[in-house]
């Protein structure tokens, strides 16, 4: 699998995209919609191996955002942390998803579901 879209990014998003590349993988390789759905729907932490969360929080002000944290051992990104507005996720699961059906191209009928489903457009 490449690295998803990583390398084409900006330096605060990658930490973001590195963790959904591990969080949409289950999608494609057994269908499982799990993290994808808890993510989406706003309904808490996902997290996984090797090691990153993605969790839907308030923040100090008030504010709804997802909180993203992945081990710098692993990710080789120097950013453990970061956080992103629920329009950045957004986008990001849409860019994943896309680019991830390049590398399954069977999966292009439930990607298009799932971003109109999830009205990711």
Known sequence: MRRSYIDEVDQ???????????????FFSDSSHYALNRI????????????WEI?????DYGDYVY???????????????????????RDAVRE?????GRDF????GDISKVIIDYKLR
């Open 40 to 51: 989406l729907a706003k309904e808490g932490a996902v997290r996984g191996s090797p090691g």
């Open 105 to 108: 191209p069977e999966k292009t």
């Open 12 to 26: 605060p998003d990658q930490l973001l995209y590195w963790a959904l590349m591990f969080a949409l993988y289950p």
């Open 67 to 89: 909180h993203v944290w992945a081990d710098p051992a692993s990710s080789g990104i120097d950013q453990a942390e970061g956080r992103y507005s629920v329009e950045q996720v």
């Open 96 to 100: 994943s998803l896309l680019f991830m």
């Open 55 to 59: 969790d839907y929080i308030e923040d």
